[in-house]
C-alpha cells in the first residue's frame, strides 16, 4: 500500500504542472466564451435597434429572444472535448513517457520491490484523479460562468433558465447526482483501462502480432456488442431495462478482463 | 549463487537472440560477459532481471527464482530528470529496504556529486555514477553492470575502475558486459564470450592467461576475429 501511495504522488508530481497548465488554459478559454458571447449578443441587438430602428424588445424576438445559459456557454462542449482528449492522450503518455523519454524510467518501476500491479494502479489512479480533478474545476467554471452571465447581461435580456440550461455537455458534467458521477468516473476508468492495455499490448510483442492482438481485443468488445443488439431487435424477448442488465453485464466481463490482460502483460510479457 | 539455465529468447521464427545460454555468478567474482554489439549481452542482463521475458530457460538465486538480491545497473539514465541527486537517493531509499545510505553519501562524495543537482543537467558520465551509485547502495549480493564505462570520459572512468577494485566490491558477484576491457581486465576474474547468442568459451581468466600466454583483450581479438 505503502509503494502505491508513494508511486501515484510521483506519478501526479511529475504532471501536475502540465495538468495545471491545461486546465487554466481550458478555464481561461471557457470564461473568456461567456464573456465574448454576452458582449456579441449585446453588440447584434444594439447594431438590429440602430439598422432596424426597432425596440429592445422587438430586436430581441428577432434574434430568437433572450440569450440563454446555453447559448452564452456554447463552446463549452468543445473545452469539454478538448478536455477528454487530453486525458486519452494522457492516458498513453503516462506509460510512454517512461519508455521514450530522456530517462527510461520505466527500468525504475519494472524492477522496483513487490507487486508490478502497484505500477498501473498509480497509473490508473493518477489519471483517474486528473479526471476528477478535471470535473471539479468545470463545475466551478460553470457557476462562474452564471455568475458572470448575471452579471454581465441585464436582467431583462436573460433567458429564465436553471444554472446549466439546456446544454446537453453541461447537463452531462455538471450533475450531483451520485449516480451520474459514478457513471462519468466508471466510464473514463474503462476508456483509461483500454488505452493502457493498448499501450501494454504494444510494448509487449512486435508490430504486426501487437496490431492483430488490439484488433482481437476492440473486436472482442465491439463484436458481441453489435451481435445481442441484433439479437434485441430481432426477438423480444427481453424488456428495455433487462436488455440494459445484459449490456452492464457483458461491460463488466469485458472490464474484468481487459484488467486481468493489463496485469498479466505487465507481469510476464513487457519487454524494454 | 547466481545460476542462468538455458536461456532462449527470440524475435519471431528468424531472429534468435539467445540460444541455450547458461551459466554460474559466483559471489566474490567479477565475471564478464563480453561479445560484439548486438550478440544479446544486454539481453541477458535485462531477462535476469525480469526486463525481457524468455522463450525458456531458469533463474535462480541460491535455488530461488527471484532477482529481490539482484541490483541492476544500466547504461542508461533511469531516474526521472526533474528529480535532484538527492531526491533520487531519498526516492531509492524509500523503496528498498536494505538501502544502504551511508554507501550512498561516500560514494556521492567520491563522485562529487551534489545534492541539489539536477538529473537532467547532469552529463552521461555523471548519469553513469548516479546509476553506479544506486545499485550499490541496494546493498545486493550480486550486482549486474551493462556497459558501465561506455561513453564516458578518462577520469571518470578511472573513478569508476577504482570502485571496481575497492570494498564496495567485497562479498558480492558481479556480472558485467563491457567493451573497455583495458581498464578492468586486472579486475576480472571470469569471462564468458558470446557470439549470435550463444556461449562460446567460458573460462578463469588467470588460467586463461597461463594457458594461452595472452590477454584477456588479446583473447578477446583472437575469438572474435576467426
Redo the contacts between chains.
Sequence with gaps: MK?FF?LSN?EIK?SFKLYLSILTMLVIVELTSVVYQVLHYQSKLEDLMKKERLTEMEAVDQLNGPLTFGDATNYFKYMIAIGIMFTILYAFQIWYRDWY?????I??L????GKRITILLSKLTTVLVFVCGFMGIQWITILLSRRLYEWLLPEHLQAASKIIGESAALNMLYTFNVIDTFVILALALFVITMVFLFVLTERSY?KGKALLTIAKDVALLVVPFIALRYLFDLTSMLIPNQQVFVYLSFILIYFAYISWKCVRLLN????? | MLEVRGLRKS??PKKNVLNDVSFTVPLNQLTCLIGLNGEGKSTIL?AI?????VDAGTIKVDGKTT??SIA?V?D???????MSVGEAVA??R????DWDQQVAEELMGFFKLMATDR??NLSKGNKAKVNLLIGFAMNRPYLLLDEPLAGIDLFTKEQIAWIFSSHYMEGKGILMTTHEIAEVEHLIDRVIFLQNGTIIQEDDSEEMRELYGKSVQDRMREVYQT
Design positions: 509503494k508513494m510521483e511529475r523519454g530522456e530517462s527510461k524510467y527500468y525504475r519494472l524492477m522496483l520491490p512486435q510476464h510479457k513487457v519487454s524494454i | 524475435y519471431g535485462k532481471m525480469g526486463l525481457v521475458p532477482h529481490d541492476f544500466p542508461l539514465s533511469t531516474m526521472p530528470g526533474y526516492y531509492m524509500d523503496y528498498y529496504p538529473i537532467a
